[in-house]
Every structure is written in structure tokens, then in C-alpha cells.
């Protein structure tokens, strides 16, 4: 099934099932005082730190992130979590200092730093399906990546037994939850549920600080002017299928865009909505610029939808 493919269906695993791992078995780099090994070897993924009078070595039990731009690795010890350090960052094809991590100054915060408990609940909740059931946070059974499940509750049973249309219509009536019925603001606010809603952003402190907000999906497309009160043909479900794997050739988004900025003439009811003088495809290059974010080794692509002339700040 195709959504097994996608990104979000990949957004975790075992660290030992790792692709990016696999293909590189044997990964190295020193910062600072800090050598680096990364390792498969015996059925384990292991990170091994040292700084010339000590080393130590972790067990990677999960990568976090299906690697597209970048992956995190994420272990246990005494019962605390911790994200190392260093991530896999495809662009370099290789190891280097995960978003957002401090210099570190002892060996153990140079394989990874503690993660409090809510912010490990979090991580997998967005990464994972079902970590947290009735009995609790329960990592270790809890499904590697997005599932039907994630997003249409349990029921998945019935759901992955669609065969034929009238299937897919008592299917549609089984399904615990079906987002298609949602209203524009609230159905951005369910994908926001992992990819943050605009509450979120606020509440994260991460609004308006710079270039990093460009990753709040939910956040920059309600900032845009076409967003207006919310309407259905700007939802995220509008432009993107979450079943399939992302399309990544800007030429498939303009319908979307042209279903409210066909040309005037064409339709009294477009009359009020303006019309591009300069470009008639590929909408989505110059209007949703691409926004390298420094640390991610990737770039992120602006839902603020907006007229960008050279040289403009990055608005917040
Ligand atoms: C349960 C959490 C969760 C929900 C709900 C969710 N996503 Fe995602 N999504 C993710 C994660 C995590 C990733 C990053 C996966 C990765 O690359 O490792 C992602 C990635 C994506 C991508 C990028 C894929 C790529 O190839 O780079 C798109 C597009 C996307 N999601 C769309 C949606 C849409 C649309 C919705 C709402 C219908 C949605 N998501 C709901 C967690 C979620
Ligand atoms: C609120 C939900 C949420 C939480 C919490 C979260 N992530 Fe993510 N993560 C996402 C989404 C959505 C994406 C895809 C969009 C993006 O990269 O901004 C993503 C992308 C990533 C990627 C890049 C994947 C790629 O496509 O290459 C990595 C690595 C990652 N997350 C690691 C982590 C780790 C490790 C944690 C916890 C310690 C974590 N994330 C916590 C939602 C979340
Ligand atoms: C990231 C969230 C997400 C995941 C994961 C996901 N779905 Fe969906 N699904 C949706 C949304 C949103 C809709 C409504 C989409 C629409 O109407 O365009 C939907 C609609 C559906 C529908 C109804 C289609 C229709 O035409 O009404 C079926 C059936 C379905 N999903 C099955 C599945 C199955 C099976 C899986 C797992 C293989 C799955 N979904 C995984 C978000 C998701
Ligand atoms: C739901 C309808 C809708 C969709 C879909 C939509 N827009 Fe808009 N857009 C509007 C409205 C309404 C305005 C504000 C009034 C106007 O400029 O006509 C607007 C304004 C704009 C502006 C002017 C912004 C400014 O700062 O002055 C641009 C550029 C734009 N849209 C481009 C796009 C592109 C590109 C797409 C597709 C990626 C798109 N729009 C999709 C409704 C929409
Ligand atoms: C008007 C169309 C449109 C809407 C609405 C839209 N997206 Fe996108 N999205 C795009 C385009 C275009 C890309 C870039 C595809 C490419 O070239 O890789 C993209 C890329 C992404 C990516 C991949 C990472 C990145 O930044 O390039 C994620 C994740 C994503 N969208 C999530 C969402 C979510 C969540 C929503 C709802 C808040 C949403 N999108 C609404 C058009 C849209
Ligand atoms: C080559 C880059 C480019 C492409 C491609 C492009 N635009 Fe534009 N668009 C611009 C620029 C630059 C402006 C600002 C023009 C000005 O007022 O100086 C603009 C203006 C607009 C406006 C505002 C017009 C107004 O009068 O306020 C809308 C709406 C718009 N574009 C929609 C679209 C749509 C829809 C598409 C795809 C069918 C598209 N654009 C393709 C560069 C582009």
C-alpha cells in the first residue's frame, strides 16, 4: 500500500532497521575534543564518544525522522531518554550537530541530551503510533511511524479491508474518524496536531522567531491573505493527499492556486480576487519560496503564501 511508502509512514524506526545506518555501517567525525563512531555491528547500533582519557558507548535503540533531509537517534538509559547528539543529515551524507542541540562539555552530553519526559511523550506521539495507551507511555511496543491508526483512530481493521467502491463506502461510515468531514480551520488544526497549530506556535515561543517558524505549516499558511476566514480548497488535505508520498513538482499545486485566482474575466463570482501579471505556472516557485534553515542542512517551503521581491526580509 502506498502509504506504507510515505514519509510520515517512515517517521520512525529501529535504529537497527535504519537505511541511512545501513548504508553507512560505519559512520565517523570528531568535533572538538569529541571522536565519534557509529557502528552496526552485532545486531546494534552503536554510538561510540570518546575525548583521548574516557569513552563511552550508547545503544541506539531508535532513529527518528525517515532521513529525507535528516534522522536523530534516540536511547534508553536507566530509564531516561536521550536524543544524540549528532544526527544523519543526507544533504552531507553523514553525521553532524542535531538542530538545535548546545556545544556540549562532558563526555555523556556529547552522545546525547536528556529529554524530559513530556518532550519524550511528545516525540513519540508525532513519530510514533499508540506509545501512549489506557496503561500508559509504552515505547518499546509502540508502532514505528504513522499509521491509518494515527490519524483515523482505532478501527484500522476495517479501514485496510477496502476493496471496490462500496466498500470504501462502508469503509467511510466505519471509519472512527473520518477528517474529510471536518470544517477548513479545524481540519488544518487536526494535521496541526502534529505539524503545530497555530495555538502552537505561539505557545512554543517558536512565532516570530525567525526563520525557524517556517517549519509551523499550519502557522504561515493562516498568515497568508488567501487563508482569509479559511476556506476548504487552502486546507492542507486540499494540496497534499497525507496517503501518498509528497509531490514535489511545483506544476501539480497550480489548480489549487487557480481555483480561487482564475483569471477575472472568466467568472463573475472571481471578479474580487486578483490575477498574476507575471507568471501562468508553476505558481508555487515564486509564491511558496523555498527558505533554507540554518542547522537542518535542508530547506522548508513557506505555506505564507505572498508576493516575494528580491532582497524582502523574511517576514514573521
Ligand atoms: C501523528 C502525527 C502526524 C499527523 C496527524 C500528520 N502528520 Fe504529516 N508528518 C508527520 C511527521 C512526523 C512527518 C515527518 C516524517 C519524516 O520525514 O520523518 C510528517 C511529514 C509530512 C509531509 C512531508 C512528507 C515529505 O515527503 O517530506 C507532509 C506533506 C505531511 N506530513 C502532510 C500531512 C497532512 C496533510 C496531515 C493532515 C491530514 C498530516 N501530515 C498529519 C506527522 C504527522
Ligand atoms: C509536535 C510534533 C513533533 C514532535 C514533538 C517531534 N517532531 Fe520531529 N517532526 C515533526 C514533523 C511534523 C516533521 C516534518 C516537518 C519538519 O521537518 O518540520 C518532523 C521532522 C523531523 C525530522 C526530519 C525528518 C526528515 O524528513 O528527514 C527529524 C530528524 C525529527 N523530526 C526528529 C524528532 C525527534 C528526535 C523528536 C523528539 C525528541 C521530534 N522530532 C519531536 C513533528 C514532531
Ligand atoms: C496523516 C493522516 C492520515 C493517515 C496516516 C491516514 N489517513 Fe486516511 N484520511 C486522512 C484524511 C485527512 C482523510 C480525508 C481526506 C480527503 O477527504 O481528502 C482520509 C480519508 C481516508 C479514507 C476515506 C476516503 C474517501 O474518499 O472518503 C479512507 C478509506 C482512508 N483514509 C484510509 C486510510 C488507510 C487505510 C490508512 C493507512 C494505510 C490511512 N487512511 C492513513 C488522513 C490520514
Ligand atoms: C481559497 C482561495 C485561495 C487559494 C486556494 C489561493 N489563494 Fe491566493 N489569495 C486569495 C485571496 C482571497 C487573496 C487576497 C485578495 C486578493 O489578493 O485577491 C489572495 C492573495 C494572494 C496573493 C497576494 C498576496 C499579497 O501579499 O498581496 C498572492 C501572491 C496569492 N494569493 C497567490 C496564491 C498562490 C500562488 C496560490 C496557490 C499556491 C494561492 N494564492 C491560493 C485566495 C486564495
Ligand atoms: C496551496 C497548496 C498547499 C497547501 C494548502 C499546503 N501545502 Fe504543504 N506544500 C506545498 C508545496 C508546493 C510544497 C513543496 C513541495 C516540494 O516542492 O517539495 C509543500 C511541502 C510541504 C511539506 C514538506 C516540507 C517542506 O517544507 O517543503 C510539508 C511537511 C507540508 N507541505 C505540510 C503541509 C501542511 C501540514 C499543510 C496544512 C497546514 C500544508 N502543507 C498545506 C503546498 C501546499
Ligand atoms: C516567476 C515568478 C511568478 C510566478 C511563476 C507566478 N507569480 Fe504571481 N506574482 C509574482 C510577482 C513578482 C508578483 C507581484 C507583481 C507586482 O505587483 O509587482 C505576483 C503577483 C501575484 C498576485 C497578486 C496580484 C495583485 O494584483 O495583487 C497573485 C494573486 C499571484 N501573483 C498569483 C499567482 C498564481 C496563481 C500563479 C500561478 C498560476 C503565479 N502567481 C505565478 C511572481 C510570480
Known amino acids: ?22 548504508s553507512h555501517s560505519d559512520l565517523a567525525l570528531r568535533i ?6 557509529l557502528q552496526l555491528k552485532h545486531g546494534e547500533a552503536m554510538l561510540t564518544v570518546s575525548d583521548g582519557i574516557g569513552s563511552t558507548i550508547k545503544d541506539l535503540e531508535w532513529a527518528v525522522g525517515d532521513g529525507l533531509f535528516g534522522q536523530t537517534y534516540v536511547y534508553q538509559e536507566h530509564g531516561k531518554f536521550y536524543e544524540s547528539q549528532l544526527s544523519f543529515y543526507s544533504r552531507i551524507n553523514g553525521l553532524a550537530t542535531t538542530t538545535g542541540h548546545m556545544e556540549p562539555h562532558t563526555l555523556e552530553t556529547a552522545a546525547g541530551g536528556l529529554t524530559s519526559s513530556d518532550m519524550i511523550r511528545q516525540c513519540f506521539g508525532c513519530h ?3 506509545a501512549t495507551t489506557n496503561h500508559g507511555f509504552d515505547p518499546e511496543h509502540a508502532i514505528t511511524g504513522i499509521t491509518c491508526e494515527a490519524c483515523h483512530g482505532p478501527g484500522e481493521k476495517h479501514v485496510q479491508q477496502k476493496s471496490g467502491p462500496k466498500q470504501a463506502v462502508e469503509d467511510k461510515r466505519q471509519l472512527i474518524m473520518n477528517p474529510a468531514a471536518l470544517k477548513p480551520a479545524d481540519s488544518v488544526d487536526f494535521c496541526g496536531a ?9 505557545l512554543s ?33 486540499a494540496c497534499h493527499d ?6 514535489t513538482d511545483a506544476g501539480s499545486y497550480d489548480a489549487k492556486c487557480l481555483s480561487c485566482h482564475a483569471a477575472a474575466a472568466s467568472s463573475s463570482s472571481s471578479r474580487r480576487i486578483s490575477s498574476c501579471k507575471v507568471g501562468t505556472r508553476d505558481c508555487a516557485n515564486c509564491h511558496m519560496p523555498k527558505i533554507e534553515v540554518p542547522g537542518t542542512y535542508t530547506t522548508f517551503t513557506d505555506h505564507w503564501i505572498r508576493i516575494v521581491r528580491p532582497g524582502d526580509a523574511y517576514p514573521d
Open 128 to 130: 510514533f503510533t499508540t
Open 194 to 202: 502534529c505539524h503545530r497549530t497555530a495555538a502552537d506556535a505561539v
Open 242 to 247: 497525507p496517503h501518498v508520498q509528497l509531490v
Open 1 to 22: 500500500m502506498q502509504q506504507r511508502e510515505t514519509s510520515m509512514a517512515r517517521a520512525a524506526e529501529r535504529a537497527i532497521d535504519s537505511p541511512d545506518l545501513k
Open 205 to 237: 515561543g517558536l512565532a516570530g522567531k525567525g526563520l525557524i517558524d517556517v517549519r509551523l505549516q499550519p502557522y504561515r499558511l493562516e498568515k497568508s491573505k488567501c487563508w482569509g476566514e479559511g476556506d476548504a480548497r487552502l486546507t492542507c488535505i
Open 32 to 37: 572538538g575534543p569529541y571522536d565519534y563512531e
